[in-house]
């Protein structure tokens, strides 16, 4: 079993920055995939970024070059910094973890676990 915990959200107005982190428990060996997903009011899970533990990484189209995504060695703690936070960037945003590294190049969301989620708010 794999435990997640996001934090870092918040309310920033657009153009600003944010760094969420996701830390993990329980059996983090196992751990080959890590996933920032988020999702929007009324709009389905969509990808922000994954990373592997051999840190190969993957971005949505609309998180690519302003969001970075990186890990520590031993997958137990994943950070998403986000720059040039637009206000379409408003979501729960969720960490996920998995033992299949194909998830990563993938993009789906078919990770087995999931944290609670951490509210991102871009508005002026």
């Known amino acids: 079993q794999v435990q997640l915990v996001e934090s870092g959200g918040g309310l920033v107005q657009p153009g600003g920055s944010l760094r969420l982190s996701c830390v993990a428990s329980g059996s983090i060996f196992s751990i080959n995939a890590m996933g920032w997903y988020r999702q929007a009011p009324g709009k389905q899970r969509e990808l922000v970024a994954a990373i592997s533990r051999g840190g190969r990484t993957n971005y949505a189209d609309s998180t690519k070059g302003r969001f970075t995504i990186s890990r520590d060695g031993a997958m137990k703690t994943t950070w998403l910094q986000m720059n040039m936070l637009k206000p379409e960037d408003t979501a729960v945003y969720l960490c996920?973890?998995?033992?299949?590294?194909?998830?990563?190049?993938?993009?789906?969301?078919?990770?087995?676990?999931w944290g609670q989620g951490t509210q991102v708010t871009v508005s002026s």
């Open positions: 996920a973890a998995d033992r299949s590294i194909g998830l990563v190049a993938a993009g789906t969301d078919a990770y087995h676990y």
